[in-house]
Every structure is written in structure tokens, then in C-alpha cells.
């Protein structure tokens, strides 16, 4: 899950596994395998950048308890 800010300045929290594509028109509009769109106020970038540390933390956490259990 990741945070993000509607354009009306309303915090979301965005399950990032479910995102098709992201636009920037020149918001940035983000377009959900549901058919939902959501328009953010953080670029394209800012919010692929949100995505890849959560998915790293998801590994970083797996990888620590893969360690411990050895």
C-alpha cells in the first residue's frame, strides 16, 4: 500500500498491486485494473519512486526472516 494525495488534498492509500497505468496529462491520473480512475497531486515518478520502496521493504522484511530462521 502506498500514500498518496487526492488533487482536493485528501490523503489515499492505494493498493499498489492493483494500478494498470499511470498518465500524466499533465495530472497525474492513475487508472486501476478495476476501471477506477484517481487523480493525484504527486508526479508519475514520485508515485513508480512510493511503489518500488514498498515493494523493497516487503522484500527487505522477507529476506531478514528467511535469516533468521536458518
Known amino acids: 500500500m502506498i ?3 487526492r488533487l482536493s488534498h ?3 492509500i492505494l493498493n499498489s ?3 494498470e497505468y499511470i498518465e500524466s ?3 497525474t491520473v492513475i487508472t ?3 476501471g477506477q480512475k484517481l487523480m493525484v497531486s504527486e508526479t508519475a515518478d ?3 519512486h512510493r511503489i518500488i520502496d514498498f515493494k523493497r521493504g516487503i522484500l527487505a522484511g522477507a529476506i ?3 535469516r533468521e530462521t536458518e
Do not use: G, Y
Open 64 to 66: 531478514v526472516r528467511e
Open 17 to 19: 498491486d492493483l494500478i
Open 3 to 5: 500514500r498518496l494525495t
Open 10 to 12: 485528501t490523503p489515499v
Open 25 to 27: 496529462t499533465p495530472d
Open 32 to 34: 486501476m485494473t478495476t
Open 46 to 48: 514520485e508515485v513508480v
